[in-house]
């Protein structure tokens, strides 16, 4: 094990800043108040001090109380939106790439056509279109609604090359159904890159809400990462000279997506026999 991760220092390097991140959500949650994440009755702006590591914004809340607990939240939209996008892309890149005829052609078809459109577009114009203000579990909804349709498309062509291999014809000869081939056959086969494809997919939802909950379309009770950018550019931060506003989430954020693509670089050796016998 000490060997492989010497020789996978990607893998290395993104699950250490992932555990840093989960280290301060953990301790920091043991020295914070949640109702310091909420703006108080009489705001002030305070810079960092010893009372407030990361000050305080205009609104009197405290940021560091606020990014304890809005990167939970922020992870939450991703893992949410995550999960169903490869779940979904999953299921139909297996039942287009291996039965193929029209099933594939359709769904080969949708995938392909919304791939095309802006993804964000869409995203705006669903978000735009829900009334009474927008919920960390909607937001994710939302920004589940397309993240489908890239591990559809990558993981049909995995399935497609699986097809071809001489221990699936081994297995239809012998019997073995479609749905049993795909489950007890193609699957395993296929885990690293339904991982590595996990971690991507997480990686771009995080991305979308963030995009999203900056032009204000987000959750606005929330203090996710997305709404406290969404501040700073409403409240003029970068203008006034609030540095500490933006730094800290700013920081966060390079965390976040820096640890995710390091361990999908480190997860793609595994799933990739060529970068593995490479290395």
Do not use: C, H
């Not at 909950?213 to 609030?242: C, H, K, Q």
């Amino acid at each position: 094990m000490i060997r492989y991760l010497r020789r996978n220092p990607s893998l290395v390097l993104g699950t250490a800043l992932l555990v840093l991140l989960a280290l301060f959500i953990t301790v920091g949650r043991l020295f914070i108040d949640p109702a310091d994440a909420r703006p108080l009755s009489v705001p002030t702006l305070r810079p960092p001090s010893w009372d407030y590591p990361f000050g305080t914004d205009r609104q009197g809340r405290d940021l560091f109380a606020a990014l304890v607990t809005g990167t939970p939240l922020t992870l939450k939209i991703g893992f949410i939106a995550g999960f169903l996008g490869v779940g979904i892309g999953t299921v139909l890149a297996f039942v287009a790439g291996y039965y193929r005829g029209l099933v594939d052609t359709l769904i080969r078809g949708v995938a392909d056509i919304g791939l095309t459109v802006p993804g964000l577009l869409v995203l705006i114009i669903i978000a735009v279109s829900v009334r009474g203000g927008l919920t960390v579990n909607e937001m994710a909804l939302i920004v589940a609604s397309l993240a489908w349709l890239n591990p559809t498309r990558t993981i049909r062509a995995q399935v497609l090359t699986l097809r071809e291999r001489g221990y699936i014809e081994v297995a239809r000869l012998s019997g073995m159904s479609g749905p049993e081939i795909i489950v007890r056959e193609m699957m395993p086969n296929l885990l690293p890159y339904l991982a590595a494809t996990l971690v991507s997919a997480v990686s771009a939802a995080i991305l979308a809400s963030i995009g999203l909950e900056v032009l204000g379309l987000g959750p606005l009770e929330s203090p996710t990462l997305g709404m406290t950018l969404y501040w700073v550019l409403f409240n003029g931060a970068i203008i006034n000279g609030w540095w500490w506003w933006w730094t800290a989430p700013i920081v966060i954020i390079l965390m976040v997506f820096l640890g995710l693509f390091f361990v999908t670089v480190g997860l793609d050796e595994i799933a990739n026999p060529r970068l593995r016998q490479a290395a």
